[in-house]
């Protein structure tokens, strides 16, 4: 948000084809996920994280009638097009966000990791919700926030504990997919490793061991 708001600052967010300031400039805060040539912003929501991780549906109303999106499609990857953040047509509004019934028992939780408490924005996010049975994990829903273009969900961390136990070893090693497909930049590539424990962290604290 710091080159979008800065109107010296190149950023095809806010003036499309002026360029991305952030790709060779100051760019600790950006994303390492869902990145293009084009922009390297970061999404900076909390509740959308735990949105993507639970598969939300967006609930639309405009002058075409009803209809309802993927919280996956919703928010958009800025590709060639940063400046297209939603897949809201004209004259929509969101009406609703629906979250899927999950199998129960379940656990949940949020983890924001930033530099000082007083700061709004996470440097990493990790929502994590388990469905577990008799002492075995039956499903897995895991998203990351603070280092995507969009929130990003991590499909191959929630299929790792799928079928296991909960373990110290069992979130280490599905966490260490949490970075799969990163770009870091110059800035901001200690945020590979800072993704990796939150998962890892925030799966233990959901999770439990034995």
Known sequence: MQYFRDVTADCNKREPGSGCAALHGFNRMHAILGTSDSCVATHASDVAVAFAALEATVHLLGPDGERRVPFADFLLRPGSTPHREQAIRRGELIT???????????????????????????????????????????????????????????????????????????????????????????????????????????????????
């Open 96 to 210: 609703a966000v629906e979250i899927p019934a999950l199998p129960r028992p379940l656990k949940s939780g949020y983890l924001k990791v930033r530099d000082r408490q007083s700061y709004e924005f996470a440097l990493t996010s990790a929502a994590v919700a388990l469905h577990v049975r008799g002492g075995v994990i039956r499903e897995a829903k895991v998203a990351a926030g603070g280092v995507g273009t969009v929130p990003w969900k991590l499909p191959a961390v929630e299929r790792a504990p799928v079928g296991e136990r909960p373990s110290d070893a069992l979130w280490t090693a599905a966490a260490e997919q949490a970075a799969q497909g990163a770009r870091p930049l110059e800035g901001n590539r200690f945020k590979v490793e800072v993704l990796k424990r939150t998962v890892e962290r925030q799966l233990r604290v959901v999770g439990g061991t034995k």
